[in-house]
């Protein structure tokens, strides 16, 4: 049982390019979202799902998109990477929407040049 | 809307020595959750402590519990016997109970840096 995982843990990008950050669970989890961490800002919710197939935004969707095709992955894309998407991203997952405790990934440290 | 406020962005403790790290939230609901999360250097986000607002009693785990007054919207976080690996970023969050999708998301503080000395 290996939680949630996350990959790359680092990843350098030019302004511009595009990636996705992987994320994947093996807890059968139903709810799982991404969350960027940004120094004096704390934690703040990008995009979530509550189940295979359905996506919603949080509060700083903008320049991301995701999918769930499966249970088990939540893949974060980055379409045109700017400096300000520089920040520390953290996907999470919860048995469902409506339980409480959500576990981390170990986090992607992303740097925009 | 739900605010989250860590009024102490650093603190220090000594080895074996307890400390309390504050957190007050602002909400009109009345049936919600509190978490204290931790945060070491290596990033990674490790739940702490739970606490459901509709119990009194207040949660406690191992060396870590907190003092919950719901009047006063006030949640702490003890920890007791401080050891060098409690070295970490901790941070409080908010959920709310009722609702669903972006009304169930983590509120967050922006977290309180403890460093424990030997």
């Known amino acids: 049982n290996a939680g949630v995982t996350q990959t790359p843990k680092f990843q350098v990008l030019k302004t511009g390019q595009s990636m996705t950050l992987q994320c994947a669970q093996d807890?059968?989890?139903?709810?799982m979202s991404w969350y960027r961490q940004d120094p004096g800002m704390g934690l703040r919710l990008i995009h979530y799902s509550v189940g295979a197939g359905i996506t919603d935004q949080g509060e700083v969707p903008n320049g991301y998109n995701v999918s769930r095709s499966t249970t088990e992955d939540f893949p974060l894309r980055l379409l045109s990477a700017a400096p300000s998407q520089t920040s520390v991203y953290f996907c999470?997952?919860?048995?469902?929407?409506?339980?409480?405790?959500?576990?981390f990934g170990p986090g992607t440290r992303l740097t925009v040049l | 809307a739900q605010t989250v406020t860590q009024s102490q962005p650093e603190m220090s403790v000594q080895e074996a020595e307890t400390v309390t790290l504050s957190c007050t939230y602002d909400?009109?609901?009345?049936?919600?959750?509190l978490f204290w999360y931790k945060q070491p250097p290596s990033r990674q986000m490790i739940l702490v402590i739970r606490q459901e607002a509709y119990k009194q009693q207040n949660a406690t785990e191992n060396r870590f519990s907190v003092n919950f007054q719901k009047a006063a919207k006030s949640f702490s976080l003890k920890i007791s016997d401080s050891q060098l690996g409690d070295t970490a970023m901790y941070f409080c969050a908010f959920m709310n109970r009722r609702g669903a999708g972006n009304n169930r998301k983590l509120i967050w503080g922006l977290g309180t840096s403890l460093a424990v000395n030997p």
């Open positions: 999470a997952s919860s048995y469902s929407d409506y339980t409480d405790t959500q576990y």
């Open positions: 909400t009109s609901e009345n049936n919600y959750y």
């Open positions: 807890m059968n989890h139903e709810y």
